[in-house]
Structures are given as structure tokens and as C-alpha cells.
């Protein structure tokens, strides 16, 4: 029977992963393509096959990598012609994975780390406790690797990370395994719906200069200074015509001196033009 047949509401923001991948000993490209064709297969039109060039750029790796994970997963049957995947399970013993999981630009090591912790948490507590070794050995990258891709997914936000002790046989403290919470938002599979409806909001708000409340404190400062000559140099700035409140005034026949300028104060030049 094949594991899409018995698959959670496809609504919803995540899709179903056998438990048995981690026995299939994939690189972390080849778990990483087989996730996103899952995704995709469950969520998305079945009937646009995904291209190597995408499929690189989706899960930042090179696209001889990607046509060679690709090849790899039809080798051993996991994969039919159509790019399908081809998962046996009885629809019990699975984990899921977030849909966004793909958008947030972290690559496949990430993604296939963040899968690993996903497949251990407690489903009850949501926490997990691997060491660093047992880790590596699930997703075939180096200790060093992992704990770079730990340290990634805790500052995006997926994880959390919490330092953990025990008492040895000899009564000293050692240091334990980690313990890692898996945070609410991802669980929920709505992390980067958040963050994308975010985007979309500052995308609408409309936009206001960055001088714009400088120029509305100046304006107000202006109303005040004791000098034209103060008010000549910074008025222009802000888009004001001093020229044409001059000649405004003169065809209204307010006096002016001999330049031309009016005799009264600079400041009701400033003010009137405010007005």
C-alpha cells in the first residue's frame, strides 16, 4: 500500500515522512531531494515534474549533485519514472515536516538535521535529547557539521537549545547531551506563513521617507527663527518658494524694500507659506 494513501488532511501545513528513511542510509542531498518531492507530490501539482535546476536552487546544493541524488533515488526504487516518490508503510510510523520548511533558506544539511530531531522529539513534550555523535551518524555528516547546522536552525527560531548535567559514578558532574524543544510555531507548520504574512504587510504599508519626521520637526523650528536670512538657507530644502511668495506678495501690494523683499518679518513669509 502506498504511504500517500493514508496521509493527513493535505490542508494542513505538513506532510508525512516514514520513520524507516533513517534506515536508507541517504546523504543529506538525497533526504533532502526526496522531502521536497513529497512535499511537493502531496501539496503541489503532481503534474509539473520539478526540473535538477530547481531542485538545486531549492535546497542549495550544485545541480550535478542534484541530477546525481536524483539518479541515486530511482537506483534503489524510491522514485518512480514520473519523479513520484515511492514510500512502503502501514500509515502508523511516520513523522511530519513543516511545508515551510523548504522556503527558509537553510539548505539540505539543515533540513535533513531538523528532520532528524523532528523524528526523535517526544510527541508529548516536544523535546529530544541525541547526542552529537548519534546525530552524525543518522545523517552521515561530520560532529563538527552537525553542531554548525544546530547552531543555525537555534537562530532561525526552530529549535531551542538547553544545556543539560548528570552525576557520574564517581559523584562528578558531567556535561550531558543537549536537550532541544522544538518550537510552537514550526510544530504548527505556520513559522514562515508568519514571517511571509509579515513581509506582506510592510510590503502594503505605505512608505514614508526617512526625513520625513526631521523635515516636520524643521518645519516647526523654522517658525520661529529670528533671521530671514536663516530661514532663506533652510526653507528650500523642504520644497518651499520663497521667490514666489515674494512676487505673491507684491502683486497683493504688501510694501516691499528695494530688493524687492517684503519689509515684514521673515517669519511671516515662513508661516504664511505653512498656511
Known amino acids: 500500500m502506498s504511504f ?4 493527513p488532511d493535505p490542508k494542513r501545513r505538513r506532510f508525512p515522512i516514514p520513520n524507516g528513511v533513517w534506515k536508507w542510509e541517504l546523504k543529506p542531498q538525497g533526504f533532502a531531494i526526496l522531502a521536497y518531492l513529497c512535499y511537493l507530490h502531496v501539496h503541489c501539482n503532481k503534474n509539473a515534474l520539478p526540473s535538477a ?14 541530477v546525481k541524488q536524483i539518479a541515486e533515488l530511482n537506483r534503489r526504487g524510491l522514485l518512480d519514472q514520473h519523479m513520484v516518490p515511492i514510500l512502503k508503510s502501514n500509515g502508523k510510523n511516520f513523522f511530519s515536516l513543516p511545508n515551510e520548511l523548504f522556503f527558509m533558506n537553510i539548505g539540505h544539511g539543515a533540513i535533513t538535521v531538523y528532520a532528524y530531531l523532528l523524528y526523535c ?21 561530520t560532529v563538527s557539521t552537525v553542531m554548525k547546522h544546530i547552531t ?3 537562530d532561525r527560531q526552530f529549535i531551542t537549545i538547553e544545556n543539560t548535567s548528570y552525576i557520574d559514578k564517581h559523584g562528578m558532574k558531567q556535561n550531558g547531551n543537549n536537550l532541544y524543544t522544538i518550537c510552537s510555531a514550526w510544530r504548527n ?10 513581509w506582506h504587510r510592510a510590503q502594503r504599508a505605505p512608505r514614508v521617507p526617512h526625513c520625513e519626521a526631521l523635515c516636520a520637526l ?7 527663527l529670528p533671521h530671514q536670512g536663516l530661514s532663506r538657507q533652510i526653507w528650500p530644502a523642504f520644497g518651499g518658494n520663497l521667490e514666489g511668495e515674494r512676487k505673491s506678495r507684491i502683486n497683493a501690494g504688501v510694501a516691499v524694500g528695494a530688493s524687492g523683499r517684503s519689509l515684514r518679518p521673515a517669519v511671516r513669509v515662513v508661516s504664511r507659506n505653512l498656511a
Open 121 to 141: 522529539e517526544d510527541r508529548r513534550t516536544h523535546q529530544c535529547h541525541p547526542s552529537y555523535r548519534t546525530i552524525s551518524a543518522a545523517v552521515h555528516l
Open 189 to 198: 507548520g505556520s513559522g514562515g506563513s508568519r514571517r511571509r504574512r509579515s
Open 53 to 66: 535546476d530547481e531542485i538545486a536552487s531549492q535546497l542549495h546544493m550544485s545541480k550535478d549533485m542534484a
Open 152 to 154: 543555525k536552525l537555534a
Open 4 to 7: 500517500f494513501f493514508n496521509q
Open 218 to 224: 524643521l518645519r516647526g523650528v523654522a517658525e520661529s
